[in-house]
Nanobody, 127 residues
C-alpha cells in the first residue's frame, strides 16, 4: 500500500486542522492505520491509531480529548481531526499502515509495528 498524507499547515494555538492520508491499493480495509509525529530533534512518537474495522481507536495521552482519528474505507482514507492545537503539537505528521492485525482486535501503537509510511505533512502551531 502507498500512503499520501496532506492537510498540514500553519495555525494559531487553539485552532484546528484536519489531516488526510489517502491509500492506494484494493485492500485498504485490511490495514490498521495510525498517525505518528516527529518534532525537530525528537523521536517519532505515536499519536493515534484505528483498527481495520474502525471500531477501535487509541490515542496518546497528550492528544486525548483534542484529536480524533477516523477512516472512510470506501474512500481509502484515514483522517486526523486536530482541535485546540498547542505549540507543542508542532511536528511533521506521518500516517502509517500495517495489516498483520487484520481480523483481530489488536491495534499496534509502536512505531516498529508499522510497515508502510506516508511522506509526512508539516503542522506548525504558533503561540
Amino acid at each position: 500500500v502507498q500512503l499520501q498524507a496532506s492537510g498540514g499547515g500553519l495555525v494559531q494555538a487553539g485552532g484546528s486542522l484536519r489531516l488526510s492520508c489517502a491509500a492506494s491499493g484494493r485492500t485498504f480495509i485490511s490495514y490498521n492505520m495510525a498517525w505518528f509525529r516527529q518534532a525537530p530533534g525528537k523521536e517519532r512518537e505515536f499519536v493515534a491509531a484505528i483498527s481495520w474495522s474502525g471500531g477501535i481507536t487509541y490515542y496518546a495521552d497528550s492528544v486525548k480529548g483534542r484529536f480524533t482519528i477516523s477512516r472512510d474505507n470506501a474512500k481509502k482514507t484515514v483522517y486526523l481531526q486536530m482541535n485546540n492545537l498547542k505549540p507543542e503539537d508542532t511536528a511533521v505528521y506521518y500516517c502509517a499502515a500495517e495489516n498483520r492485525s487484520y481480523g483481530t482486535i489488536v491495534v499496534v501503537t509502536e512505531r516498529q509495528g508499522y510497515d508502510y509510511w506516508g511522506q509526512g505533512t508539516q503542522v506548525t502551531v504558533s503561540s
